[in-house]
């Protein structure tokens, strides 16, 4: 799922091209993409784009009149800078929006269709798509630690609570913990003063970090490959491949659809996680340090 850097990524392109514009048409090619009906999405054509910002992992592109077209790309959305009047053909194909200068398209390489587009009227309804997460960087340290302790939870799961953090999910909560060299079941109750200031810093500098990537990728252009996975991530991704910082191999944590990926000598102490499928198979055998593990695979 696109998140915070990739979604920065999109808005600073989309500034370059659409900002000023005007929207002439707006093409649907699949129904269940729209999920609101008034306003009708006939009234944003031939209005200008006035703003874009980002709600959480969302896009809102803000028009004439105070609509807000705005976009949600889930996990298999993606975005796409074509040729004004671009044919919208293939099954991947959602929607298209026309500008003179280029057609804006979004495709989802998913048949589950959860990508998602709101029609929105008015400051009061944008603000109601917005999960409520805090934006690291316009807080300071104890706003970002009072957020994250407001329950005790992992740090995996507050990073990635989009009521908690704005825009950070699986892949950057990876690459934020291994930064702060922090076990992604550490609860946040449990931390003390030195390990906030590590997360808080890591989480910002990693963000800022991505963003600054990212945008050195496109070279100006669109950014037509985003992605979870970059071959420069410490270790999300990157199971059993060497960390970049003490060389051991990469550890996860598998759980429905996603994985968590961390490194046992930089963030846990040596101690290898259990993995809820294998550790239930094995049981007893299920290997609890680095050297276990190196002896089971043996």
């Known amino acids: 799922m696109p998140e915070l850097p990739d979604v ?4 600073r392109a ?3 091209r ?12 699949n129904v269940f ?8 999405i006939s009234s944003v054509e031939g209005r200008t784009v006035r703003a874009l910002r980002r709600i959480g992992k969302r896009i809102a592109i803000g028009l004439d009149g105070d609509l807000w077209l705005v976009l949600h790309l889930m996990i298999a959305g993606r975005l796409h800078w074509k040729a004004a009047g671009a044919k919208l053909s293939g099954r991947n194909a959602l929607a298209a929006f026309d500008f003179p200068n280029g057609s804006l398209m979004l495709t989802e390489a998913s048949t589950k269709r959860r990508a998602s587009l709101h029609l929105l009227a008015g400051e009061d309804a944008l603000r109601s ?4 997460g805090i934006d690291v960087f316009s807080c300071d340290l104890d706003a970002f630690r009072s957020a994250l302790m407001a329950e005790n939870r992992t740090l995996k799961r507050a990073l990635t609570d989009p009521r908690i953090l704005s825009g950070v999910g699986n892949a950057y909560s990876d690459e934020i913990l291994h930064a702060a060299q922090l076990s992604p079941i550490l609860l946040t109750h449990k931390l003390t003063p030195s390990q906030w200031e590590r997360l808080f810093t890591a989480t910002r500098e990693t963000l800022a970090l991505w963003i600054r990537r990212l945008h050195a990728e496109s070279g100006g252009g669109f950014p037509e490959h985003v992605t979870a996975f970059h071959k420069d991530m410490a270790v ?3 199971y059993g491949k060497a960390c970049p910082t003490c060389g051991e191999p990469v550890q996860r944590i598998r759980y429905a659809d996603n994985e968590t990926n961390y490194c046992p000598r930089c963030q846990t102490g040596g101690t290898v996680l259990a993995d809820r499928a294998l550790s239930r198979l094995l049981k007893s055998e299920w290997p609890r340090t680095l050297e276990e593990l190196e002896a089971l695979k043996r």
Do not use: F
């Open 8 to 11: 920065a990524a999109y808005s």
């Open 14 to 16: 989309l500034e370059d």
């Open 18 to 29: 659409i900002l000023g514009g005007t929207l002439e048409h707006v093409r649907i090619a």
């Open 33 to 40: 993409l729209l999920r609101t009906a008034e306003p009708p």
């Open 129 to 132: 798509l917005d999960p409520g």
């Open 236 to 238: 999300h991704g990157r």
